[in-house]
Every structure is written in structure tokens, then in C-alpha cells.
């Protein structure tokens, strides 16, 4: 494994890390999560992600059930939970959000699901526009103060947004947010690639990345098709295909084929190929994968050795060939 700092902080993360949305709590059964966590943990991996918002914080119960079980030495690992959805169907005003009510109570709830004293990473699981930037930095650097959490950051926010809670925590000399967690991958890169580029240098930020595969998309196994076992092909995530696919179905398929193809020229499977790309950009300090089985996340973790194999000429071809 290789590790990076996060951001201009000390916490060195590795460069892959693993997450449990859709998965955990819902597409698979704990015995396979566990298993999940032990194949990463044994490979190096630790930082292991999560949120209220996923199976409704049962993903959380899961998880924790894992690292009690697995006995990993809390030291040694990461473990982080995110704000903002809710942890209920059709939440009320107070379970949902990032008010300083909402951002206590979900990280008390986070702490208990995963058998954990402490978050080492807190996120804003996306912008709330019904509460003030600096009441969410107020609440975060409260948790921090307590010791509830270590590193908080956001998720998804405008480059402007971020600036802002920088701006309230210079001012009142509170813990700034540390670290973004936004999409990157082939087929989704402006928001890391330019809109977040000034803030690398600027304000230290981290960036712990997701969907490496683009759902899976990535690995060309949808080319024949959505029926197909796999996330993209469940019943409950019709929502998340045509999010993922967007508007122009033929067009991303179109450059998912031709990420394929290179790939296949080049002797190489697409999954870890297309995480080696995420593994290249200096300022992601860690790519979150997702696996619904071992041997998926096994095959993932080929990317740190391709990152440092494949030539800039082949990376250009592919950058070329899917833009
Ligand atoms: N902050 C946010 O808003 C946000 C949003 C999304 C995700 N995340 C975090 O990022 C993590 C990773 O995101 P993601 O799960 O979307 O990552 P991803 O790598 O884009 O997709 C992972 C899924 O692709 C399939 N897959 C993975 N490796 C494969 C392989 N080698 N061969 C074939 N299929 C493979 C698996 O699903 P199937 O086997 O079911 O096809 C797996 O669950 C999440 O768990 C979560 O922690 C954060």
C-alpha cells in the first residue's frame, strides 16, 4: 500500500480506501462485509468510509459489527461517517441537515452504530441552503474540541462554499474543513481537475475521491446490457442508471467502450486500469473503492502497481479516447 497525507494535515491515508454505499446494509450480507473489511485491511487499506445516510445508518451497524469483530487496533485505522441526508425514511426537519441540532445528533448516532469513541473523518454530505455556512463550522469545531471528531470536511461543495467555511474559521479561530469527498473518475473530473485546483495550494485541501468506476460502469461490464448482476442491473437502483449513465446513454457508453478497447490493447483489466487513473492525480489523497465482493476489491488493488507501470503516452490515449 501506499499512503498520502490528506491535504497539508499530518493524516497520511492510504491511497485506496474502501467505502460501503449500496453495498453494505443492503446489496450484501454481513459475513460478506466483513470479509470485505478484512481483505482491505489485510492489504493495507486504512480508511474505511461511511455515512448516516446509507441503508438509512445501517451500513454504519454493519461496519462496526466488522471492525469489533475483525478486532482491528483502533489506531490503526480510519473511519469516517457524513451529515446531511438523514438516517429515516422521509426525515423531518431536525433529522436532516446541517444544522448544529442535526450535526451533533448524527455524529452521537454514528459513534454508537459504529462502536467507535471517536470519527476520524466528518464530512458535510452535501451544501445545506437552510443553514448558515458558519453555523456548520461552529458545530464542527465543537465535535472537534470534544474529541468526537478528528478531521472534518465536505462533500460535494461548490469551491466557493468551501472558501467560506475557511473564511468563518480563520475569523473566529475554529477548525477549517480539512478535506473534500467529491466524484472523480474518467468520466466525471471538472470539479477535481478545475474548480477545486486552486484550493490544493490555498487552503490545504484533501480530496478523498469516489466512484473510481463510475458505479462500475468503468469496468465494461454493462456493454452487453443493464441485466447483467451488478449494481447498475438492481431493481431498487433504476435512479442510480440513469444518473450514472445521464441523458446521453449512447454517448458515456460510447466512451466507456473506448476505455475498454485501450485497455484490452494494452493486456490489462479495465477496473484497476481506470483506478491507476484516479492513483495519478497528486492532489487525491485517496481513492475510495467500492466492491461487493473480494475478489473485486482484490483485483482493484492491482491499480497501485499500474499506476507506476502504465506510460504517460498510454494514459494520454486514454484521456484522449474517453474525453
Ligand atoms: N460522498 C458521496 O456523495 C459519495 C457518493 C458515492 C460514493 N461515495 C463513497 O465512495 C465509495 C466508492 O464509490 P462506489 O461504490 O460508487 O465506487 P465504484 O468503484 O465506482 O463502484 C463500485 C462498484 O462497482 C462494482 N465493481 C467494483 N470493482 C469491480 C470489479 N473489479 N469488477 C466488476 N465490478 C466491480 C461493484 O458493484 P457490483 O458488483 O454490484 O456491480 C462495486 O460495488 C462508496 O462506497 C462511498 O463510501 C461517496
Not at 59 to 85: I, N, T, W
Request: overall charge neutral; some cysteine; glycine content about 8%.
Amino acid at each position: 500500500m501506499q499512503y498520502r497525507r490528506l491535504g497539508s494535515s499530518g493524516l497520511q491515508l492510504s491511497a485506496l480506501s474502501f467505502g460501503a454505499w449500496v453495498t453494505f446494509g443492503g446489496q450484501i450480507g454481513a459475513e460478506a462485509a466483513r470479509e470485505l473489511i478484512a481483505t482491505a485491511w489485510d492489504h493495507g487499506i486504512n480508511f474505511f468510509d461511511n455515512a448516516e445516510g446509507y441503508a438509512n445508518g445501517e451500513a454504519e451497524r454493519v461496519m462496526g459489527q466488522a471492525l469489533a469483530q475483525l478486532r482491528l487496533p483502533r489506531d490503526g485505522y480510519c473511519v469516517s461517517s457524513k451529515v446531511m441526508f438523514g438516517a429515516v425514511d422521509d426525515p423531518r426537519p431536525t433529522q436532516r441537515g446541517l444544522s448544529r441540532k442535526h450535526v451533533v445528533e448524527a455524529c452521537h448516532d454514528a459513534l454508537r452504530r459504529l462502536q467507535v469513541e471517536h470519527l476520524d473523518l466528518y464530512y458535510c454530505h452535501r451544501p445545506d441552503p437552510d443553514v448558515p455556512i458558519e453555523e456548520t463550522v461552529w458545530a464542527m469545531d465543537g465535535l472537534i474540541r470534544q474529541g468526537k471528531v478528528l478531521y472534518w470536511g465536505t462533500s460535494e461543495w461548490p469551491a466557493a462554499s468551501i472558501r467560506e467555511a475557511h473564511k468563518v474559521a480563520r475569523a473566529h479561530h475554529l477548525h477549517p474543513p480539512t478535506m473534500e469527498q467529491p466524484q472523480y473518475n474518467l468520466l466525471h473530473r471538472e470539479r477535481v481537475e478545475l474548480e477545486y485546483a486552486p484550493l490544493y495550494a490555498e487552503l490545504g485541501l484533501g480530496a478523498t475521491t469516489w466512484s473510481p468506476l463510475a458505479s462500475g460502469l468503468l469496468t465494461g461490464k454493462y456493454r452487453e446490457g443493464f441485466s447483467s448482476q451488478g449494481r447498475l442491473g438492481l431493481a431498487d437502483t433504476a435512479w442510480l442508471q440513469r444518473l450514472v449513465v445521464g441523458g446521453s446513454e449512447q454517448r458515456r457508453l460510447a466512451r466507456v467502450e473506448a476505455f475498454v478497447a485501450i485497455a484490452r490493447e494494452l493486456g490489462e483489466p479495465p477496473a484497476p486500469l481506470a483506478i491507476a487513473w484516479c492513483l495519478r492525480n497528486p492532489h487525491v489523497s485517496s481513492v475510495i473503492l467500492g466492491a461487493s465482493r473480494s475478489d473485486q476489491l482484490r483485483q482493484n488493488l492491482q491499480a497501485l502497481d499500474l499506476a507506476a507501470r502504465i506510460g504517460e503516452a498510454d494514459w494520454l490515449r486514454i484521456e484522449n479516447a474517453v474525453a
